[in-house]
């Protein structure tokens, strides 16, 4: 994964109140999740806590897990000692029992994977029958678009790096594209059904704050949100069935 700890303080502050994750990508998130109350959240990729502390206002039980350690620090200030803050990769093993979660949330984290399989699995495993993921993305399409040189094709499943600065510092971040066909046979197999796929727009607020950027901002695409849920009837196939085989989309 990339190393988040080089620069968490200044990824903190870029983000915390700018257009792309304070008006879109967390508010998308929030959007799906709806009422949360009393709900077991595990916030997956959870960073310095932005979205961990929307959820816990709103009611929600979290959980926080990151790669980096120097992001969950910043988490641990912002949340204080009363959440549960584990630093965990996302592609191992995740330290929960069986059903522990009514809700996964991701929120710009699989486009880091190269393979979504493993990752997708404990999530499931982790959460109740019934549960819901509710994921962001960059956009399939948006690097095929407008990258320069452009992508050499939609179909394949391909890295990237792009170069990320901050104070000066320049810093290199990979990742992963797929077409969008790749991510809802990734959530088959791994036994989720599909409910939801959006597109979503930036929050009206942003039009008041950002008046210069709004409408170039709007009119490109940026992420897709889904919600994918375990089947009810997943109790008893959990432990044995072939993933995505009684549960397809």
Known sequence: MNDYDSFAEAYSAETENNIVNAYLARPAIM????????????DAGCGSGPLSAALRERGAVVTGIDSSAGMLALARRRLGDDVDLQVVDVRDPLPFADDSFDDVVASLVLHYLEDWGPTLAEMRRVLRPG????????????DYLIQDPPRPSYFATTSFTEDWTFNGQSFPMTFWRRPLHAMTDAFASAGFRLTVISEPQADPAARELFPDEIDDFTAKLSFLCFVVE??????ASKAGDQPGVSSPL
């Open 230 to 235: 375990v089947p009810p009837s997943a109790a």
């Open 131 to 142: 549960g819901r993921l509710i994921a962001s993305v960059q956009h399939p399409l948006v």
């Open 31 to 42: 959007t799906l999740a709806g009422e949360v109350a009393g709900r077991r959240v595990l």
